[in-house]
């Protein structure tokens, strides 16, 4: 078989080449099931590595159901008992136990390719990896292993006090291929979630929106969250009383129970009197009409600037708005807040409706954003 | 710690939108209770860097005692 596989290589047939390691690895897997007196087989993540004939894409592609599989719980290796890894490990599975469960089969039925992943593993390493290569960014001489082993205990010792606080920032994840991510956090004092099915639905929904409306844009967090959770506190009265709200990093997060279920300002659209952008007839008008706004919000970080004090994000976009005449243009009544709400009006009501000014469409334009611009429209 | 300094972002600015209009502010992580980063250790990625800077700062001030 290496032989093979050197010949393969001689002749720079790639396809040759991936038959001969595919082989080799079929062989190699097979020799662990004779008799049971070999070890079990371990899965390999990454069997195909950097050999310069392959690309790095399509060594991607060919260690991607390899990597599915050694995902899977049982063929994950298992720490040593009592080591802070298992310390983690059990934390994880305590996570996992603790997420809102939510309806699989409806979500994989939802337009979108959506999944649920509710395993913790992959909140508990994105901890790691965040807390890693911030100890890298204080301390940069700390090599990989040293890192890993000075923010283990810190994650664990983080994790434990999460779980002790039956914390309400707690949530379970849906994804798309497209990278795009629902989070449905868990009730206070429950693991029950926050949203339901048809909360759910309309947030997908939003995003296909924007999707197709909208081009070039980057993966984009919604999270669906409950009425006493995560708000900023300092923030006042207007506590009691927000549908949504949006931060750098953090995405668009929506609050269903705040969305007006009774008194909605339907009827005809009117810059000059209208609350919003867009007329709101129903639940699903209002669930869609602030979904679509926080991703407004979160776009204007994206491409305007992720803080307003550090990057100048707002000035960014208050000066493209005098450029390209945005600026004291009438979308809604709550548009005349600011630049920042004028701006997640009127991007509500172009992904809505298609509908926007000339302007604002130049301003889109300047970051690529139209949906003329998107490739093959 | 070798450079002593934060290096994650600490102000984080945040819109929220009420029924009766919007609301803006700076979430500051430097002033932030222990207990409230811990709440929001999955929500916010700073939240775990700014635990991970504490728990150093902690090791280097007990280290000088």
């Known amino acids: ?377 | 710690m070798k450079n002593g300094k934060r290096n994650h972002e600490t102000k984080i600015p945040y819109l929220i939108d009420t029924q009766d209009g919007a609301l803006e502010g700076v979430l500051d992580l430097e002033t932030m209770s222990d207990d409230e980063l811990i709440t929001r250790l999955f929500e916010i990625p700073e939240a775990i860097s700014e635990i991970v800077y504490r728990e150093l700062a902690q090791e280097l001030d007990n280290t000088k005692e």
Not at chain 1, 102 to 119: H, T
Not at chain 1, 186 to 195: E, K, L
Not at chain 1, 256 to 274: F, H
């Open chain 1, 1 to 377: 078989l290496p032989a093979d596989s050197d010949a393969a290589t001689r002749e720079s047939s790639k396809k040759e080449y991936i038959d001969a390691i595919d082989k080799m690895l079929e062989s190699h897997r097979a020799s662990f099931d004779s008799n049971g007196t070999m070890r079990a087989y371990k899965f390999e993540a990454i069997p195909y590595r950097e050999d310069g004939i392959l690309s790095k894409a399509e060594i991607a592609k060919l260690n991607a159901p390899y990597q599915a599989a050694a995902n899977k719980p049982e063929n994950r290796s298992k720490p040593a008992p009592g080591s802070l890894s298992a310390r983690v490990d059990k934390l994880t599975k305590s996570i996992a136990a603790s997420v809102p469960k939510l309806d699989e089969n409806f979500i994989s039925n939802l337009p979108g390719n959506w999944r649920v992943i509710s395993d913790g593993s992959s909140l508990v390493n994105r901890l790691l990896s965040v807390s890693k290569s911030s100890l890298l960014g204080i301390e940069p001489s700390s090599s990989p292993g040293e890192s890993k082993a000075r923010t283990l205990p810190i994650v664990a010792r983080a994790l434990d006090r999460f779980m002790a606080q039956r914390t309400k920032g707690l949530y379970t994840e849906i994804v798309n291929g497209r990278g795009d991510v629902i989070r449905v956090y868990a009730q206070a004092r429950n693991n029950g979630a926050i949203a339901t099915n048809e909360d759910i639905k309309y947030t997908s929904a939003s995003l296909d929106k924007i999707r197709s409306q909208v081009s070039a844009i980057k993966p984009i967090t919604l999270s669906i969250v409950g009425p006493s959770s995560l708000l900023p506190s300092g923030s006042g009265s207007g506590n009691s009383r927000a549908m949504g709200y949006a931060f750098p990093g953090g995405g668009g997060h929506i609050l269903p129970n705040r969305i007006d279920r009774n008194n909605l300002s339907g009827g005809e659209y009117n810059p000059a009197t209208s609350w919003h952008s867009v007329p709101q007839n129903n639940y699903q008008d209002g669930f869609e009409h602030t979904a679509i706004h926080e991703v407004g919000h979160v776009m204007m970080y994206q491409y305007w600037g992720t803080d307003s004090w550090l990057d100048n994000g707002m000035s960014n976009l208050e000066s493209d708005y005098r450029k390209y005449g945005v600026l004291g243009q009438k979308i809604s009544l709550y548009g005349q807040k600011s630049v920042a709400e004028h701006f997640a009006e009127a991007f509500a009501r172009y992904v809505s409706t298609g509908d926007a000014t000339s302007e604002f469409r130049d301003l889109l334009r300047s970051k690529g954003l139209l949906k003329s611009q998107k490739k093959g429209a």
